[in-house]
Structure formats: C-alpha cells, structure tokens
C-alpha cells in the first residue's frame, strides 16, 4: 500500500495552504476531500483580511495581524506557481459607523481616520455626512485564490482525492496511521483535521466544530464602489472586475446551505439604503456557506491527545484571512520545528474529547 507522510483531511484553503507549506520542505502530502477541491466555506466566502476588527478575539489578534501582512507574498506565490491571476485589492475599508472605542484598538492611529471626506471616497453613498473611519485593510477573492491553491499544490506534488469523505482516523498502536473513507484507506504516520465544519464528525476524537451559514450575493455594478464598506447589519465587497459582494448572515441552521429569498431580498435592501446606484445593478449569484465555528470562537490548532494526529479547524470568519499564519505554524509544529507564537490558547486539549 502507497503511505504518505502527512495525510490532510479537507482541501479548503486552510488544508490546501498546509499541504503546499509541507511539500516546501519535503513531506509527501495527501489531501483528501470530501466533495470538489476548495468549494464548502472557503468559495462561500467574502474574502475581507480585516485583521483588526471589533469582532476579532483579543487572544486571536497576534495571528491575525501576522497573516494580513503575510498576504502579499503568500498570493505572488500562488500566482507564480499556478498561473492564475488572484484580485487582491488594497483601498481599504470604511466602516460605518465607527466601531466602538476604536482608539483602544491595536494599531490605532490617527491614519484610522478618513483621510479625505467621505463624499469624496465613495460619492455613492446616500449619506457623506455619517461618521465612518478608513481602515488599512485589503480583500482577496477567495474563487481565484482557491482554484490557485488547488493548481500550485499540485504543481508542488501534492496528491489530492477529491469525492471520498473520511469516515474516521485509522490507529495503530495508539497513535494515528491513516485514514479510512467511504470507498477505501491511506496509510501516513500524520493525518491532519482541516475538515472545517465537519472536523468534528471524525472519529475517535470528536472536535466541538458546528456549522454557522452566511448567506450573500452578487451584483454587477462596476465603478460604483472602490472600498469595502462594513456596517453591523451589511457589508459590501467591490472586485476588480466590477462584481460587488454583499453579506453575510450568521445563522444556526445546520448543514443547511439554501439560500433563503426572503434574506437575500433583506441584504440587497440593505445594500441599496446605503447605495441608491445599485438599485437596478444586475443580481449575478446568491448562494450560502458553512463557517467551521466553535463554542469560543477561536480556532483549533495543534496536536491532539493521540500522537501523530493534528487539527487545523473551526476558523469561524477568518479561515481566508488566516491561512497563511496556520499553514506557517502547523508546517513547522508537524516537522517539529520551533513556532514563532503561542498556540496554547487554540490547542484541541481545551475540549475535554480532543
């Protein structure tokens, strides 16, 4: 039987950046998925790096602002290896209105404040006298940067098997040895859960991830918006070739992932109150996604109670953002290297069955 050195459970763009990451520094990979490379929560995304939100846990920071810088490079190194131009926009985010005590904010400074009137940086918008501030942020669409993923890591020998879910994680032993699916097995010494919202169906080790869905759409209305807008109730992303985003919900509906009419009607509403222009704007796409969450919000990251089995999971709202930073720090807790940060607070050992 063919063995690999590191099988990685979930081709998301977490499981997809820790497999390229290995194979930098030698390791055979597999990656085995259960449905199509990169479509679950990852395609379903937004896309903002916003590293430095209200709604970022304060344990979280560190790495999150770490992985925002680390985006550049990691998006030149997709592009160069898979040949897929990814839209990684720069003009930053108004947000609208000002979260609270945001000069308590790390990285608060007086360049959070708008640098030109707010009539004058999106003329669009209904009101140019609300209060907002401007925010260094960029955004990323999550599509292209998922199909570069999935070329780049075979373009790097990475194995992936896609169509075939993991049914449980194999032990010899008493550590891990492989993984089993619906039609067959794997054989590897290191198997890593990045199954996001369905980390926690695995056997023997149950994670405490739960699905959370985010609805959103898609309009074609190119010009009209250049900074992504984030309000507590919308937020609008523009890309580059013209498409606005428009989310996101946050809901408990299982693995549920229909959108729901009455909801998209209610975040175009939305969107339109707040930007008159894209009331005839062409509706493109609606569509729903899965978020791995867990009960304090915080990913799952580190080795578990059995030798030789991982998790990489439950990355809530900022599995895009933080991909590079967890693909970094995995890579080097697997190969047993020595991590740059602290990954006691995020360890599965919090969770009594992990």
């Not at 994680?169 to 550590?175: A, K, S």
Request: proline share 9%.
């Amino acid at each position: 039987m063919k063995t690999w050195d590191v099988i990685v459970i979930g081709a998301g763009i977490i499981g997809l950046s820790l497999a390229i990451e290995l194979r930098k520094h030698g390791p055979g990979v597999l990656v085995v998925e259960r449905g199509e490379p990169g479509r679950e929560a990852s395609h379903a995304a937004a896309g903002m790096l916003a590293d430095c939100t209200v709604e970022t846990p304060a344990i979280l920071q560190p790495l999150a602002t770490a992985s925002a810088g680390m985006y550049p490079e990691f998006v030149h190194e997709l592009q160069d290896e898979s040949g897929i131009h990814i839209d990684l926009r720069d003009e930053g985010t108004i947000a609208i209105p000002p979260p609270q005590h945001v000069d308590n904010r790390p990285g608060f400074s007086t360049a959070s404040l708008l640098p030109a009137p707010l009539s004058e940086m999106e003329p669009a918008l209904s009101d140019p006298n609300q209060p907002a501030i401007y925010l260094k942020e960029r955004s990323v669409d999550p599509r292209a940067l998922l199909a570069a993923a999935v070329k780049a890591a075979k373009h790097r020998g990475v194995d992936i098997s896609s169509g075939s879910s993991v049914t449980n994680v194999l032990i010899t032993d008493g550590r891990a040895a492989g993984v089993a699916t619906d039609k067959t097995s794997y054989a590897s010494p290191v198997v890593v859960n990045c199954a996001g919202a369905w980390a926690g169906q695995l056997p023997p080790l149950r994670f405490p991830t739960r699905p959370v869905k985010g609805q959103m759409l898609a309009v074609a209305a190119k010009g009209v918006l250049r900074h992504v807008i984030r309000l507590p109730e919308v937020y609008l992303v523009p890309r580059s070739d013209g498409r606005i985003l428009i989310g996101s919900t946050l809901e408990d509906a299982g693995y549920d992932k229909r959108p729901v009419p009455a909801t998209i009607q209610r975040m175009h509403k939305d969107a339109v109150d707040l930007i008159p222009a894209l009331h005839n704007a062409r509706v493109l796409e609606d569509w729903a996604g899965l978020r791995p969450g867990t009960p304090d919000d915080l990913p799952i990251l580190g080795s578990t109670s059995m030798p030789g089995y991982f998790a990489a999971t439950g990355h809530y709202r900022d599995g895009i953002l933080l991909a590079p930073i967890t693909a970094h720090l995995m890579a080097t807790l697997i190969l047993g290297g020595k991590l740059d940060y602290d990954l006691a607070p995020f360890s599965p050992g919090r969770f009594a069955k992990a």
